[in-house]
Structures are given as structure tokens and as C-alpha cells.
T-cell receptor, first 110, second 110 residues
Framework: GQNIDQPTEMTATEGAIVQINCTYQTSGFNGLFWYQQHAGEAPTFLSYNVLDGLEEKGRFSSFLSRSKGYSYLLLKELQMKDSASYLC???????????FGAGTRLFVKA | SQTIHQWPATLVQPVGSPLSLECTVEGTSNPNLYWYRQAAGRGLQLLFYSVGIGQISSEVPQNLSASRPQDRQFILSSKKLLLSDSGFYLCVGSVNTEAFFGQGTRLTVV
């Protein structure tokens, strides 16, 4: 079966660093995505990993370990506007289906 | 760049009424297209995906159906809505590693 797990909620302080974990069990793997979604809006793309290792993009970094079925999204220098849901998504081998996790709601407090 | 136009943005429909949500794609051809539903506080659930005209794969048994009459047109339909069909519906397109999202339709069945 297909399963993607991420924590339901996290809280962090403005200026701090937060790591959002994602584990997956899928029938195939052709890339892992992280998206940010503000309430009532469509998700926006943050990162894409297909090979093991760390991808850095400004304040956001994403890590992948295919052998462990594990990824994390790292957010540095948190800002209030980073309060949102963060979705982990895995695309299957054929590249046709993308399965989303339930998302992690991040609350950034002052 | 690729964009998806999805309408309407909000919709209130009575139980038992029909549904038709439409999305159209601009800026690319032959995309993979997807309909996702997001229930309140939950992740994106894949409903249908299409790799080409007339090709529809259903992921979850339900009273919804999808059609792709043209390469850049994807339609989600129902003959009779249920209360449980309420949610946020997203049309998503994908070309290679990129995914692009419509703005979503918030459907409330009353």
C-alpha cells in the first residue's frame, strides 16, 4: 500500500530552526516533493529530491534518504509568514501518480 | 510558464444536485492531470488522474467521475452530490518534475 507519514502539528519560535519529517512507503519512487499551503489556498512548490542528500534553497532545505524512505524539510530563520501547512508528496515510478501526505501544520510564534 | 485555470472558486450545492468542475491548462501540452480533494484538516487525496485525452484512472471509489475531452481540459463531475462530497478540490497538472496547481474550488454540499 501507499503511505506517507508526517507529524500533524508543530510549533516553533520566530527566528528559530524547525525540521519537519516525512516517512513514506510506496510501491515505487520517482521523486519527493515538499509544498507549502496557506489556509484556503493552493499549495506552492518548495523543493524536489530524487537523489539522496540535501537540497538547499535559501532558508529552506530538503533531505532525502531513499533507503530509509525518509525525508525532512528544514526551515531556518523562521518568520511569522512561514505559518502554514507543509505537504510531503511522493511520485510513483511511472511518474503518473503523486501521493500526498496529510500535511504538517506549522505555527510560528513571536 | 504553465498555469491552470479552475472554476468556480466557491460553490454551494444542495444534496442530490449535479456537479461539474472544470479546469483548463495553459502554457504546455500533454500534461498529466489530476483531481485531488482535501477535506478540512486533512491532506490531499488523489481522486483521478489522466495521462491523455480520454484516459482516466480512478483512485477512490465514489460517486464522482472525471473526463478529459481535450488535451488541456479536465472535468470533475457528479450526478448526485452527497454531504460527504464537501471539501476543497484541486486540479493539478504535471510535466516532468514540475507540478502546477489550480486555485481550488471550495465545495459545500448542504
Amino acid at each position: 500500500g501507499q503511505n506517507i507519514d508526517q507529524p500533524t502539528e508543530m510549533t516553533a519560535t520566530e527566528g528559530a530552526i524547525v525540521q519537519i519529517n516525512c516517512t513514506y512507503q510506496t510501491s515505487g519512487f520517482n521523486g519527493l516533493f515538499w509544498y507549502q499551503q496557506h489556509a484556503g489556498e493552493a499549495p506552492t512548490f518548495l523543493s524536489y529530491n530524487v537523489l539522496d542528500g540535501l537540497e538547499e534553497k535559501g532558508r529552506f532545505s530538503s533531505f532525502l534518504s531513499r533507503s530509509k524512505g525518509y525525508s525532512y524539510l528544514l526551515l531556518k530563520e523562521l518568520q511569522m509568514k512561514d505559518s502554514a501547512s507543509y505537504l510531503c508528496a511522493v511520485r510513483d515510478t511511472g511518474g503518473f501518480k503523486t501521493i500526498f501526505g496529510a500535511g504538517t501544520r506549522l505555527f510560528v510564534k513571536a | 510558464s504553465q498555469t491552470i485555470h479552475q472554476w468556480p472558486a466557491t460553490l454551494v450545492q444542495p444534496v442530490g444536485s449535479p456537479l461539474s468542475l472544470e479546469c483548463t491548462v495553459e502554457g504546455t501540452s500533454n500534461p498529466n492531470l489530476y483531481w485531488y480533494r482535501q477535506a478540512a484538516g486533512r491532506g490531499l487525496q488523489l481522486l483521478f488522474y489522466s495521462v491523455g485525452i480520454g484516459q482516466i484512472s480512478s483512485e477512490v471509489p465514489q460517486n464522482l467521475s472525471a473526463s478529459r475531452p481535450q488535451d488541456r481540459q479536465f472535468i470533475l463531475s457528479s450526478k448526485k452530490l452527497l454531504l460527504s462530497d464537501s471539501g476543497f478540490y484541486l486540479c493539478v497538472g504535471s510535466v516532468n518534475t514540475e507540478a502546477f496547481f489550480g486555485q481550488g474550488t471550495r465545495l459545500t454540499v448542504v
